[in-house]
């Protein structure tokens, strides 16, 4: 069973920086892109991120271009999104999702239950 | 960027009623579209993916429909589990979602 679990948020000063990660089990999580999205009360949901299989393909959505990276371990099976230079919008929950395909170009089929961000002073 | 337009935002049905929620896109994404369901306090659950096809375990009175820029999930009868918020996804280029169709009790 394709089990994903979310955690590191938190709440954070603007202009600070945060890690969240994505523990995956339940499937050969090297053989996945993934990907991250968030939902905040402004936007709605939103893709941020993805990241191939191997780690190789990385996009990201322009709201976030430069300021935040997404990683993988796979020997350890996780997922990581690291967040630079922190703004109030980009609060919200953040889940992560495991992409039907390798290289991160197709829907997303197993999604975690998020964890929560909060960028306010 | 690709914009997903839902319609309506909030639909108030009852339990039986055929529930149709349409998306469209601001240019032709083929059949690369699909469909979530999210009820308050859980992440979205994959429905229908490529237009028309049912995600495993999802029930058969869910169906999509559509091709380039228009598209609809149906619910042929609906349940109480359905009432819940729908979303319309493209994977065509990047990734975007519609802003949502909360389907409510009548």
């Known amino acids: 069973q394709v089990h994903l679990v979310e955690s590191g948020g938190g709440v954070v000063h603007p202009g600070r920086s945060l890690r969240v990660s994505c523990a995956a089990s339940?499937?050969?999580?090297?053989?996945?892109?993934m990907q991250w999205v968030r939902q905040t009360p402004g936007a709605g949901l939103e893709w941020v991120a993805v990241?191939?299989?191997?780690?190789?393909?990385?996009l990201y959505a322009d709201s976030v271009q430069g300021r935040f990276t997404i990683s993988r371990d796979n020997s350890k099976s996780t997922l990581y999104l690291d967040m630079n230079s922190l703004r109030p919008d980009d609060t919200g929950l953040y889940f992560c999702?495991?992409?039907?395909?390798?290289?991160?170009?197709?829907?997303?089929?197993?999604w975690g239950q998020g964890t929560l961000v909060t960028v306010s002073s | 960027d690709i914009q997903m337009t839902q319609s309506p935002s909030t639909l108030a049905a009852s339990v039986g009623d055929r529930v149709t929620i349409t998306c469209r896109a601001s240019?032709?994404?083929?059949?690369?579209l699909a469909w979530y369901q999210q009820k308050p306090g859980k992440a979205p659950k994959l429905l229908i993916y490529?237009?028309?096809n049912l995600q495993s375990g999802v029930p058969p009175r869910f169906s999509g429909s559509g091709s380039g820029t228009d598209f609809t999930l149906t619910i042929s009868s609906l349940q109480p589990d359905d009432f819940a918020t729908y979303y319309c996804?493209?994977?065509?280029?990047?990734?975007?979602f519609g802003q949502g169709t909360k389907v409510e009790i009548k």
């Open positions: 990241i191939s299989y191997d780690g190789d393909r990385k």
């Open positions: 996804q493209q994977y065509s280029i990047s990734w975007t």
């Open positions: 240019q032709t994404i083929s059949n690369w």
């Open positions: 339940g499937f050969t999580f090297s053989n996945y892109a």
């Open positions: 490529k237009t028309s």
């Open positions: 999702a495991r992409d039907s395909r390798t290289y991160g170009d197709s829907y997303a089929d197993y």
